[in-house]
């Protein structure tokens, strides 16, 4: 008798393991579409809390009147880097341009401060911002030209970062991580009393999410002045999707998102048969952002868009 109630526990938690364990799969593997060049882009040999990386399909053009050119200039890519520096964060930057002469010129037009150190080579502007050892290092690294693709100097961040949709998903025109440990906790404690900077934090500690990575993407390439106008900026539809790795296993997240979905104003809904979860906040522009959440095992996804189709699609290319 006992051997026959031991064969069935045997039998039971090897069908629990069949069931459970496509809850803690993650998305299938891809390859990500992430901005072009991104992939051979360098990043400063060093730690990094966070990094952004923009190049849109077409240069980002500056009127030539306002760097006193007789043409217009074109910026080529962005890329951002914060740093430990300390307590504190210091952020890098190089802007990459055209040429030289259009570099020169843009270099001109950014006002001498006292916390922010610049540097021209080539076609490339080099900024960093902040004090202590982490901006030390950074200049450091600009000086001497000591950069390293991002995935040899963290696995961790490229490996997230591929985990963004492939095809049929858009290019990006930017894109990024984010660490989301004790300096950014303590960060967001810092900044707000009992707001939603505080609650960010709660959210981060309990959902036990170390990195976040993020993809932006618009259905034309943006332009300066489009920053200035919101009707051009909702003309271009943009939106974004982000994706985060939590510790904890899929079944867990599933349930939690469950159970909290109605004491946070989540709807939970399905598209296409899978199962999302979308709320609605606020923008500075009077706007309303669509947001759904839906998690692939241990990977929690997160699409918005001020336009509810367009986060819909976004949905859609996320985490199969």
Known sequence: MKKIYTNKWFVLIIVSLILLLPACAGPKAVTAGLPEG?????????????????????????????????????????????????????????????????????????????????????????????????????????????????????????????????????????????????????????????????????????????????????????????FFSPANLRGANPGAIVVARSSLPGVVISGALGQAAPRLNIEKTEIDGRTAYYTAVDAPTGDKVHIFFNNSGSYVYAQASGDLERSKQLFRWTGK
């Open 38 to 226: 991104m992939s051979s882009a360098m990043v400063p040999d060093m730690p990094l809390d966070a990094y952004l990386y923009v190049r849109q399909s077409q240069p980002t053009l500056i009127p030539g009147g306002f760097l006193g050119l007789p043409s217009d200039a074109a910026i080529r890519s962005l890329e951002a880097w914060a740093v430990p520096s300390g307590s504190s964060e210091s952020v890098g930057a190089v802007v990459t341009l055209s040429g030289e002469r259009e570099a020169a010129a843009l270099l001109a037009r950014i006002p001498d401060r006292a916390d922010l150190w610049k540097l021209l080579s080539g076609s490339n502007i080099y900024l960093v911002w902040g004090s202590g050892s982490g901006a030390e290092s950074l200049k450091s690294a600009a000086q001497a030209r000591k950069f390293v693709p991002l995935k040899d100097v963290d696995k961790d961040a490229w490996d997230l970062l591929g985990r963004l949709p492939g095809p049929p998903a858009a290019r990006p025109l930017a894109a990024g991580f984010v660490r989301t440990e004790e300096r950014l906790i303590n960060l967001l404690e810092k900044s707000s009393e009992g707001g939603s900077s505080e609650s960010a934090a709660s959210a981060l500690k309990l959902a036990k999410i170390k990195m976040a990575a993020a993809a932006f993407y618009s259905e034309r390439d943006l332009g300066i002045a489009d």
